[in-house]
């Protein structure tokens, strides 16, 4: 069942926020949900505030009378699940959770072949998940911790919610046994007379998001990734079961997993389940019908999730024990303000900071209090105008934050506009020294095959769009620098880093290649062809060096290694750290052609042409001029780490 539904409202503490999401809805902009709720006339809310803020809002949208939905996890706290069903029951409203796997078309078809099984005894939930931006061997335990519970709901809710399915009502669902760490959980349930275990991890490879349902008639598995269900159904007693069975499962693997992958990309990658999901509830809302999803098993998933939540946080304090002290500034030691402070690139700037003798305040989204290497923290959205005292005391100001992977959009708003709000916000506070990271893709692409660029070589034209949107929104951004520092009274050293290494976590940077399958993968261009690169730790130093060296520094500099010239030497130094990779390489016109011709066809397919992108000049290999880099390299290699007073007179203009 349709329902016709009309966005009427929409709240975000953040003004602009508001204003922006109202815009594409149509709809009424409000700084706060009481505004809302007594102006707005609201049959149904949507709670999207991050985990853990769930339930004040879902509290206050039902005692104004308005149907509750609730992304994920619902609540975390089983006394808060139990309040907010029991005042959904007084007022007859409805409430659901964002548990749309279980619409999923691979759930539905599972449940629908359930009966084939026989007596199910046991229930199997697989969760291997690759988190953006983040190593679990490098990041602090709760850093990590923070992604496994956030995604743990869905294992959770499908593994619970076919337990209900398969055993009797009324139940009991016991945790018989469990172990977690900040990046694991493994558990064994127990309901009725059928075993259910729970798997999740960060460390597990490949991604899998599975389900698999066993019984006297034989098992079946679906595949959220894939968006598919695979399995013979049968015993697999006889011998020609035990031949034929793995030739199905095999035939059913490629072609429904096939079939599904294409499925998602043409779709673009959206949430298969959502929708329905939203439907049926709405759908509920206007018909009078239930909720898609019962008061007990949120009750049920609520419960089990707090027990599983607090043994992860547990495992946490445990870790948190065992990490080294943080690392103390001595007394007077001089301030650095590192935005982006808990990224990959962030990470090594505070700690070579700290070894030069900084004090360090990290500027982030969401802060890693375990961090070692950084004093004190600010949770800040640099998208927004930064409050007063951000930047306050700073003897320097190293801006490192940006949008990896977000549209124009969200380069607009987390790589452009950030930087302005960061160069207002030391305006306000007095700081006059700002270490600003951009990237050698600002460059505009060389006019000839053979033309070094250099330091001076100019920016991308006036609008780099076709460059991508993390290329257009870091030229913008240090335009934006270029444009209105000087005029704020701060004074800029601009570093402008080649692809960043890590030799830890030997992984081959995009513009060289993709990995295709296992330890292939597909080179662009040609080994000898040149390719600029710099390891992490030794870009990091070079900033840490700007930042104390501040009126040694070069106005602008880009962080090559001249010791890596070409793919070739490159993948030479991985393997010397354990890379096993295989390459096969493709002329890089043929790629661009080939890229070209697959997003034109998807947008034909979706009815939605795709923005111009220049694939060519993205990809083709340039030259530099790296004796300054060079330079600057051995001279941050060098030079030994000031403290105390040393580091002051290094400082002073």
């Not at 095959?449 to 250099?454: G, L, V």
């Not at 929104?473 to 444009?483: D, F, L, M």
Request: aromatic share 6%.
């Amino acid at each position: 069942m349709r329902t016709r539904h009309v966005v009427a409202a929409v709240c975000d503490t953040s003004e602009a926020s508001a204003r922006g999401l109202a815009e594409l809805a149509g709809a009424v902009p409000y700084g706060s949900l009481a505004e809302l709720l007594r102006d707005g006339n609201a049959d149904v809310v949507h709670v999207c505030t991050p985990a853990g803020m769930h339930f004040a809002p879902a509290r206050q949208a039902l005692l104004a009378g308005a149907h509750v939905y609730v992304e994920k996890p619902f609540v975390e706290i089983e006394s808060e699940a139990r309040e907010l069903l029991a005042l959904a029951r007084e007022r007859d409203r409805l409430v659901c959770a964002g548990h749309q796997q279980l619409r999923d078309p691979a759930y539905l078809a599972l449940l629908r072949r359930i009966p084939a099984l026989g007596a199910v005894a046991r229930v199997d939930s697989h969760f291997a998940f690759r988190p953006v931006g983040l190593i679990p061997q490098r990041a602090g335990p709760s850093s990590v911790a923070a992604q496994l519970l956030d995604i743990l709901p869905h294992p959770l809710y499908t593994l619970l919610a076919m337990l209900e399915h398969v055993t009797p009502d009324g139940a009991t669902v016991d945790i018989v046994t469990l172990a977690a760490g900040p990046a694991d959980l493994h558990a064994i349930l127990r309901a009725g007379d059928v075993y259910g275990r729970l798997s999740v991890s960060l460390r597990d490879r490949p991604v899998a998001s599975t389900l698999t349902v066993a019984g006297g008639g034989g098992a079946l598995t679906a595949d959220f990734i894939r968006t598919s269900v695979v399995g013979a159904a049968n015993p697999g007693t006889g011998p020609l079961e035990k031949a034929a069975n793995p030739l199905v499962e095999g035939w059913q693997t490629a072609i429904r997993g096939a079939a599904g992958v294409v499925r998602h990309v043409i779709r673009g990658g959206d949430y298969p389940g959502l929708a329905e999901l939203i439907g049926d509830f709405y759908a509920g809302v206007a018909g009078g019908g239930p909720s898609p999803l019962s008061p007990d098993h949120l009750g049920r998933v609520t419960a089990v999730y707090e027990e599983l939540a607090a043994n992860v946080r547990s495992a946490v304090q445990r870790a948190a024990a065992r990490r080294a002290a943080p690392h103390e500034p001595s007394a007077g030691a001089p301030l650095a303000v590192v935005t982006g402070a808990r990224g990959f690139f962030g990470k090594e700037i505070t700690r070579e900071l700290v070894r030069r003798g900084f004090r360090v305040r990290g500027v982030t989204r969401a802060p890693d209090a375990e961090d070692p290497n950084v004093h004190e923290w600010r949770a800040l959205d640099l998208g927004r105008p930064v409050p007063p005292g951000t930047f306050a005391g700073a003897a320097v100001v190293v801006h490192a934050a940006a949008d990896t992977s977000g549209s124009y959009d969200g380069h607009q708003r987390n790589t452009i506009e950030a930087t302005r709000h960061v160069l207002e916000g030391m305006r306000a506070a007095g700081a006059g020294r700002l270490v600003y990271i951009s990237t050698l893709s600002v460059l505009r692409p060389p006019r000839t095959p053979w033309e070094r660029q250099a330091e001076d070589t100019p920016l991308a034209g006036p609008d780099a769009r076709e460059f991508g949107s993390y290329a257009w929104g870091k030229t913008e951004a240090e335009r934006v620098v270029a444009a209105e520092a000087a005029t704020l009274g701060i004074d800029t050293r601009i570093l402008r880093p080649a692809a960043l290494v890590d030799w830890t976590n030997p992984e081959v940077p995009g513009l060289v290649g993709r990995r295709l399958f296992g330890s292939w993968h597909l080179g662009f261009g040609r080994p000898g062809l040149p390719f600029a690169v710099c390891e992490v730790g030794r870009a990091a130093a070079v900033v840490a060096w700007c930042a104390a060296r501040f009126p040694d520094a070069p106005p602008v500099l880009n962080v090559i290694d001249p010791a890596i010239p070409t793919r070739r030497r490159l993948l030479e130094v991985y393997r010397t750290h354990g890379w096993r990779g295989r390459m096969v390489w493709m002329p890089i016109s043929l790629f661009a052609l080939l890229f070209t011709a697959v997003r034109v066809a998807l947008g034909l397919a979706t009815l939605r042409l795709p923005a111009r992108l220049a694939v060519w000049s993205i990809f083709r290999p340039r030259r530099y001029d790296t004796r300054l880099s060079a330079q600057v390299l051995e001279t941050a290699a060098r030079t030994p780490a000031p403290t105390g007073p040393t580091l002051e007179r290094q400082l002073q203009p």
